[in-house]
């Protein structure tokens, strides 16, 4: 039988992400598109999926049998604590608009994306798949985790009532071409990359907010393509399962920026404004679910994959997400 695999947020670092992999992994390979395959990367143009009938129309355009659910509204820091309704409210109707019309379009098989950020702000460290709800997750992004788990709770809850074959993955922070390099939202890398990027460019310092210290797992989003590849394949199981770098493989932040540093070719003045605020020094989230599960995987190498990264953005400054090119 055919197989349509429709990418929600197939336009978002994530989706890119998985378009270069289906594209470049041999076919037939491990992570590669199967001979039979049909993949479609949908981008909100195409579709609003806050809107249930524009959601069917998708699903009756391509009649998709298997749906990776990528998209989201994604923010840093400051959108979240400013937008939290609309992070908690676009987030459940996008998620519940795909969650159910994939079970009334009867797709075979659904993965949707949730987050570290939906762990509790108090925790045991590691995190771990069975911590997800056990208390309640950190004020900052409180709209965007608490749409994030519901995912996770409605997932059961089709699986128990109607059989549904729904699931959902965990990363930890990514990064990669097509990321959101938007100063005013970006992630960590991106934000740190851009600005490192026009401090060179303007001959100016490269400051960096912190002292350089917090660690954090960073998943490169082609690895991460790879690992929802081999979900779709061969994970059936309604339980989370985080996909990561191990505990072992965290990064400081002054490593971040050495990286970065080294990768933009910047020579100029760079220090840390031990100033400002540290987030958490650590969150560390175990790997050991996916490891047993998928028997062997190899992460590219965290040098390499912000090097792939900052040259991407460097012959792409033009039609990167700089904010340089926002409507108006
Ligand atoms: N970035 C991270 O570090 C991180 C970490 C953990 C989990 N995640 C999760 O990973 C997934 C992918 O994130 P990402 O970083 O790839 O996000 P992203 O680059 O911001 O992309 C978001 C995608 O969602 C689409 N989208 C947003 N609102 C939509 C709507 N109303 N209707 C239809 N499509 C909509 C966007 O489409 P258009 O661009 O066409 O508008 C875009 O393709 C998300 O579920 C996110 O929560 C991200």
């Known amino acids: 039988m055919a197989t349509v695999v429709l990418v929600t947020g197939g336009t978002g670092l994530v989706g890119k992400a998985l378009e270069h992999i289906i594209e470049t992994e041999p076919v037939g390979s491990r992570f590669g598109k ?11 143009a195409e579709g609003d999926l806050r809107d249930p009938e524009q959601t069917n129309k998708l699903y009756e355009k391509y009649k998709p049998t ?4 990528l998209a989201a509204l994604v923010g840093g820091l400051f959108k979240n604590m400013k937008y939290k309704l609309t992070f908690l409210r676009d987030n459940i109707l996008i998620n519940d608009n795909v969650l159910h019309a994939s079970y009334t379009h009867k797709t075979t098989k659904l993965i949707s994306c949730l987050s570290t950020c939906v762990f509790p702000d108090k925790v045991e460290y590691p ?4 911590k997800i709800h056990s208390g309640p997750p950190h004020e900052s992004n409180f709209g965007y985790a608490h749409a994030k788990r519901m995912v996770d709770v409605q997932n059961h809850a089709y699986k128990e009532e109607f059989g549904c074959n729904f699931t959902s993955a965990i990363p930890t922070n990514i990064f990669g071409p097509y990321d959101n390099y938007d100063l005013e939202d970006a992630h960590v890398i991106p934000a740190l990359v851009h600005k490192c990027y026009l401090a060179k460019k303007n001959g100016t310092p490269f400051i960096v907010s912190g002292t ?5 797992q960073f998943i490169f989003s082609h690895d991460l393509a790879k690992l929802f590849v081999w979900m779709l394949r061969e994970y059936d199981d309604v339980e989370p ?11 400081s932040i002054k490593e971040v920026t050495d990286a970065i540093v080294k990768a933009v070719g910047f020579d100029g003045h760079y220090s840390f404004d031990t100033s400002k605020a540290d987030g958490q020094f650590r969150k560390p989230a175990s790997n050991k679910k996916l490891l047993d599960r998928i028997g062997g995987f190899q992460f590219t190498p965290f040098e390499q994959a912000l090097d792939i990264s900052v040259k991407w953005f460097i012959e792409n400054y033009d039609t990167a997400r700089t904010g340089n090119n926002k409507k108006a």
């Not at 199967?34 to 990367?41: A, H, R």
Request: aromatic residues 6%; negative net charge; hydrophobic residues 40%.
């Open 34 to 44: 199967l001979p039979n395959e049909t993949w479609i990367f949908a981008s909100s």
């Open 66 to 69: 298997h749906v990776i659910h």
């Open 212 to 216: 350089g210290k917090p660690l954090r």
């Open 241 to 251: 399962i985080i996909l990561s770098v191990g505990e072992d493989e965290e990064v």
């Open 127 to 130: 995190l771990d798949e069975n």
